[in-house]
């Protein structure tokens, strides 16, 4: 099952992501015409109208990378970076004992080497993406039972979580 990409996530996440200063956010389908809408979206901020009408849009823009499957994500920050991507997933309703954000937030600041975190969205992460994994995040947790979050607000959560001062 693929969970549809959404105009708003394109927007909000590539904005957390340039704030809290992650080299590239990376938007994964299969389906190719969502493949072709994302890039229509990235076009029109970095080089049509709205790259003029919004230099900040177009700044948090330059670092989003689409792509068909998580390998070839691997494979492209192997080339950026030199080194296989270490692998931390998160959602709401892992099955795999989690690290807390405390652990993961001393780990990222001593390790140098690349990490990918992977948020599910719609139905979660296939089982597959959750196997491979090096590190399993705790989900994001309110003051209530309900936990249902946007994957914008769990990546805004998550991320500050991770990287905030």
């Given at each position: 099952m693929t969970t549809a990409v959404a105009n708003m996530d394109v927007h909000d996440i590539s904005r957390v992501a340039r704030t809290y200063g992650m080299q590239r956010f990376y938007i994964v389908t299969p389906i190719e015409v969502q493949r072709v809408l994302v890039q229509s979206i990235l076009d029109h901020w970095q080089q049509g109208y709205g790259a003029t009408y919004n230099p900040s849009r177009r700044e948090a823009f330059e670092h989003v990378c689409?792509?068909?499957?998580?390998?070839m994500v691997g494979n492209d920050i192997e080339v950026v970076s030199g080194r296989r991507p270490r692998l931390v997933v998160t959602g709401a309703s892992l099955k795999r004992s989690p690290t807390s954000f405390?652990?993961?937030?001393g780990i990222l600041e001593r390790d140098?080497?690349?990490?990918?975190?992977?948020f599910g969205t719609g139905w979660g992460?296939?089982?597959g993406i959750v196997?491979?994994?090096?590190y399993?995040?705790?989900p994001v947790r309110g003051s209530s039972d309900y936990n249902h979050l946007s994957v914008r607000s769990a990546a805004a959560v998550v991320l500050?979580?991770?990287f905030g001062r």
């Open positions: 689409v792509k068909e499957n998580f390998a405390k652990k993961m937030k140098d080497r690349p990490y990918l975190i992977i992460l296939a089982d196997d491979q994994a090096d399993c995040l705790e500050d979580r991770l």
